[in-house]
C-alpha cells in the first residue's frame, strides 16, 4: 500500500494528480462536503456559543469510509482540497473525521495548496505543507451558521405569512431586492420625448452627419428642443445659412487592455460573449481546472477559477511575454509588464488571476481534446490573459465643428492607428452601457471649408427607462455591492431562478408575484438584513475573521441578539396585511363590497373584500368590462375534441392568457392535453421525427418558444424562430432566426456543436455609424 495519502474534493482530479505522484501516493476524492449542519432547528445553538451540530452527508459517506480505510494503512496525510475558505473547512472536516477514528489521531495530516493542477505546483505544494488554517476555517463556519441561522428562521415565518415551500436567504434576498427595485423603476419610469438636429455633408465621395451642439450661443442639453415644433423652429431658422467649418481638432487616443480575469469577470464575460449562464460557466472552468487529457496524459488547462486577484505569478508573465514577443510581434510587447488593481469591494485570497497554466498550450492545440463549451471557454481566457500583457490600442479621434448660422454642429471620427492588444481580444460590454465614442472615419478637412448641406433633419427621441438586469449585469452590480462572493454568484442566480422568484425573458431578470410579494415582506419587515450596506458590511468582517482580526463568535452574537427579536416580533403580522393589497372599485357582481388584489399559488389575481358570500374574481391585468366580455365567450370548441382521449376540447384561462384544453383535466384518468388558441405554424417539419411542423408555443413564464406539435410524441424545440433552410456548415434541416442588439438579426443554426452564425441585419448602432 502507498505511504502517501493524498485527499482532493474531485475525482477527476484524483485520476490527474495519481499520474502526477506515481506509486507512494494513493489519492482519492471527497467528492465536495463530506459533513454538513444536521437538517433542522438547533444544528447552531445561540444559547452555547453557537455550537455546531455537524453529520456525514449521506451521499459521500462511502468516499469518506473509503478514506479512513486508505489512511489506516497510510504513513501521511495530505488535505489537498481547493485552494479557497471552503476548501480549507472541507480538510478540516475531514481532519476531524479521521482523528475521531481509533488509531489515526496520531497520524500525520498537512494541508497542501495548488492554484494550477500541474506537475510542477503539485510536487512544490507537497513539498510544502501547511497546517490547516483555524482562520479561514473559522470564516466559513461563520458564514454557514449565518446562512442556516437566516434561512431556517427567516423561511417558515415566509411559510406561515405567505406560502409554502418559500425561502429567504442572507445573500440571496438582497439579491432579489436589486431585480425588484429595478422593476419598481420601470413601472415608475415616464418616458420624455426629445428631439435633435443634423447636419447630413459629404467631401467627395465620403458621406457623414453631425449633431447640433450649440443654438444662439447656448450649448444645448438633451431637453433643450422638447418637441417637434421646437426642432422645426430651430430647422427653420438655420435653412440657408452657410455650413462652414470653424474649428478641427485632432487628439491621439490609447485604450489600455483589460485585466486577467477574476471569477466575477469572467462570468460576466461569459454570459455576454458565449451565452453561457454563471452556472455553466462555472461548471465548466471546473472541467478546465481539474484536468483534461490532451494527448500527453490529464493536465490542468487553467488556475484555480475562483478568485478576486487580478495578478500573475512572475512564471507566467515571463512565459507570456516571451511567447507575446516570439509568437506575435516584438512592437505589440510593453517595455515592463503590464499590472493591474482588483476592483472588487471585498477581495480576498492572495490567488493569481484565471490564466492558462501554459500560455503555449493554445486554443487551437487543445481544440480537439476539449468539449464547444470547453473549448470557448478556454479560448476566451487565453486570449485575455496574452491581451492583458500587450500594448494599448491606439487612436487619432478628430473633432469638428461645423458653424452655420447661429447654430454649431459636431462630427466626431475615431480611426485605428495601431492596434496592440485588439489584434487578440476585445471586451465585450453590457447592451446598456455606451458604446465607443465617434467610431467612424471623417474625410480630409480644414478650417475654413465651405460644406455642402445634403439635409437639414430633425430626429425624435424618448428617454429609455433603465433596463433589466442580465445575469452579467446582475453579477456585476452584486460585486460592487459586496454581495456575497464571487464563488457564489451562480448559486444566487439559481436559487431565485429555481424558487420562482423571477423569470429570464430575453435574457433579462423579472421577478415573478411571487418573488415581488417577498422581496417586498423582508424590505418592510426585514429591511437591514436586506439592506446592501449591511450585506456587504456583514462580508468585511467574515473578511477580517479569515485574515485573524477577529473573533467569530462576536461577529455571530452582534448578529443574532437583533435578528432573533425581530423574528420573534413579527410573528403576529397577519397575512392579508402581506399578501393583499385593498382597491378604490366596487365589486361589480355583488356591488356591497370593494374589490382587492389577492395572492394566490398562481400568483397575484383581483377578487372581492366579499368572498366566500361573492365569488368574483379577474386577473390583475384585466378590466371589469374585458371580464365580462370573456364570461359570455362560449367554453366549448365546437365540433373539435381531444385527439389524445376523444374528450370535448374547451376554452380555458390560464395565467398567459387563454388557450385550448381537454374538458377531462379533472377526470381520472386525467387529460393533460392543451393547444394554443391560434395554432401558429411554422411551416418548418420538425428535423427530429419528419411528422409534424414546428408550431408557435409559450413556456411555463410567458416566453416563446417553437416545438413539434406531435409533442409529447416528439419532444423536439427551439427557442428562435425556425425557417426552412439547412445549415451550409452541419446539413441540420433548419437554421433561426436570432436578434440581439449586439450583434443583429442572424441565421443562427441551432446544433450547439456547430456553431454557425451569419449575419443578415447590423445592429441598429453599427446601422447608424454606416449611414453617417
Excluded at 431578470?509 to 437591514?528: A, R, S, W, Y
Excluded at 420573534?568 to 365589486?587: F, M, V
Excluded at 385550448?660 to 395554432?679: F, V
Amino acid at each position: 500500500m502507498a505511504k502517501n495519502l493524498l485527499i482532493v474534493e474531485s475525482p477527476s482530479k484524483a485520476k490527474t494528480l495519481k499520474k502526477y505522484l506515481g506509486a507512494e501516493f494513493e489519492v482519492l476524492a471527497s467528492y465536495g462536503h463530506v459533513r454538513d449542519l444536521v437538517p433542522k432547528s438547533g444544528a447552531v445553538d445561540p444559547e452555547n456559543d453557537f455550537a455546531m451540530k455537524y453529520q456525514l452527508v449521506s451521499r459521500n459517506s462511502k468516499h469518506v469510509d473509503a478514506i479512513v480505510q486508505a489512511a489506516r494503512e497510510a504513513e501521511h496525510v495530505y488535505l489537498a482540497t481547493d485552494p479557497d475558505r471552503e476548501g480549507e473547512a472541507i480538510s478540516w472536516h475531514l481532519q476531524q473525521i479521521l482523528d475521531g477514528k481509533r488509531g489515526l489521531k496520531t497520524l500525520p495530516k498537512e494541508r497542501v495548496v495548488f492554484h494550477e493542477v500541474t506537475k510542477k505546483a503539485v510536487l512544490e505544494a507537497i513539498q510544502n505543507p501547511r497546517p490547516i488554517s483555524q482562520e479561514l476555517v473559522d470564516a466559513q463556519q461563520a458564514r454557514r451558521a449565518l446562512d442556516y441561522l437566516v434561512g431556517f428562521n427567516l423561511s417558515p415565518l415566509l411559510w406561515k405569512k405567505i406560502r409554502r415551500g418559500l425561502s429567504a436567504g442572507r445573500v440571496q434576498s438582497p439579491a432579489l431586492r436589486l431585480i425588484c427595485e429595478r422593476e419598481n423603476e420601470i413601472k415608475a419610469f415616464t418616458e420624455q420625448e426629445y428631439w435633435s438636429v443634423h447636419l447630413d455633408s459629404h467631401k467627395g465621395r465620403s458621406k457623414f452627419s453631425a449633431r447640433l451642439t450649440h443654438y444662439e450661443g447656448e450649448k444645448l442639453d438633451q431637453f433643450a428642443l422638447p418637441n417637434d415644433a421646437s426642432q422645426a423652429k430651430v430647422i427653420a431658422n438655420l435653412t440657408g445659412n452657410e455650413a462652414k467649418i470653424a474649428k478641427i481638432e485632432k487628439k491621439k487616443r490609447s485604450r489600455n487592455p483589460a485585466a486577467p480575469f477574476t471569477t466575477s469577470t469572467l462570468q460576466q464575460e461569459a454570459v455576454r460573449k458565449l451565452g453561457m449562464t454563471t452556472d455553466r460557466t462555472m461548471r465548466t472552468a471546473q472541467q478546465l481546472y481539474e484536468g483534461i487529457d490532451v494527448g500527453q496524459g490529464a493536465i490542468g488547462l487553467i488556475s484555480y477559477m475562483r478568485t478576486d486577484s487580478v495578478s500573475l505569478s512572475e512564471d507566467a508573465l515571463v512565459e507570456i511575454r516571451h511567447y507575446i514577443e516570439n509568437k506575435i510581434d516584438k512592437q505589440f510587447l510593453p517595455s515592463k509588464a503590464n499590472t493591474y488593481k482588483t476592483k472588487s469591494k471585498n477581495a480576498q485570497e492572495a490567488h493569481e488571476s484565471i490564466r492558462p497554466t501554459s500560455v503555449y498550450r493554445t486554443p487551437e492545440e487543445v481544440k480537439p481534446f476539449l468539449s464547444s463549451d470547453q473549448f470557448r471557454l478556454y479560448q476566451m481566457i487565453w486570449k485575455r490573459t496574452v491581451a492583458c500583457q500587450m500594448t494599448p490600442a491606439k487612436f487619432d479621434l478628430t473633432s469638428v465643428d461645423i458653424e452655420m448660422g447661429e447654430g454649431i454642429f459636431r462630427t466626431t471620427g475615431q480611426v485605428q492607428t495601431f492596434a496592440g492588444f485588439l489584434s487578440v481580444y476585445e471586451e465585450d460590454t453590457d447592451d446598456d452601457d455606451d458604446g465607443e465614442e465617434g467610431s467612424k472615419k471623417l474625410p480630409e478637412m480644414n478650417e475654413g471649408d465651405v460644406l455642402p448641406v445634403d439635409a437639414l433633419r430633425g430626429e425624435q427621441h424618448f428617454t429609455q427607462p433603465p433596463p433589466r438586469y442580465t445575469e452579467a449585469s446582475l453579477v456585476k452590480a452584486l460585486e460592487e455591492f459586496g454581495i456575497g462572493r464571487p464563488s457564489t454568484y451562480a448559486s444566487i442566480i439559481s436559487t431565485l431562478k429555481d424558487r420562482e422568484y423571477v423569470t429570464l425573458d430575453q435574457k433579462r431578470f423579472t421577478p415573478t408575484d411571487t418573488g415581488d410579494i417577498v422581496n417586498k415582506f423582508l424590505t418592510e419587515h426585514f429591511g437591514q438584513y436586506v439592506d446592501y450596506n449591511f450585506t456587504a458590511k456583514l462580508e468585511d468582517q467574515l473578511d477580517d475573521i479569515a485574515n485573524g482580526k477577529r473573533a467569530w463568535q462576536p461577529v455571530m452574537k452582534s448578529f443574532w441578539k437583533d435578528f432573533d427579536k425581530q423574528v420573534k416580533e413579527k410573528e403576529d403580522i397577519p397575512r392579508a396585511q402581506i399578501t393583499s393589497e385593498d382597491l378604490e372599485e366596487d365589486c361589480p357582481k355583488c356591488g356591497q363590497h370593494k374589490l382587492m388584489i389577492k395572492f394566490g399559488k398562481r400568483g397575484r389575481f383581483i377578487a372581492c373584500h366579499g368572498y366566500p358570500e361573492c365569488d368574483y374574481t379577474r386577473n390583475v391585468n384585466e378590466t371589469a368590462e374585458e371580464a365580462a366580455k370573456a364570461a359570455e365567450e362560449p367554453t366549448e370548441v365546437e365540433g373539435r375534441f381531444c385527439p389524445k382521449c376523444n374528450g370535448q376540447l374547451i376554452y380555458k384561462k390560464g395565467r398567459f392568457g387563454k388557450f385550448i384544453g381537454c374538458s377531462n383535466y379533472k377526470s381520472k384518468p386525467k387529460c393533460t392535453y392543451i393547444e394554443p388558441l391560434e395554432k401558429k405554424d411554422s411551416g418548418v417539419a420538425c428535423p427530429k421525427c419528419g411528422k409534424g411542423h414546428l408550431i408557435e408555443r409559450k413556456s411555463r413564464f410567458g416566453k416563446l418558444f417553437y416545438s413539434c406539435e406531435t409533442y409529447p410524441d416528439c419532444d423536439y424545440a427551439v427557442w428562435n424562430p425556425p425557417i426552412n433552410e439547412a445549415c451550409p456548415k452541419c446539413n441540420w434541416p433548419l437554421l433561426t432566426i436570432k436578434v440581439t442588439k449586439r450583434r443583429g438579426t442572424e441565421k443562427v443554426c441551432p446544433q450547439k456543436e456547430c456553431g454557425h452564425a451569419e449575419q443578415i441585419e447590423a445592429p441598429e448602432a453599427k446601422k447608424e455609424t454606416n449611414a453617417e
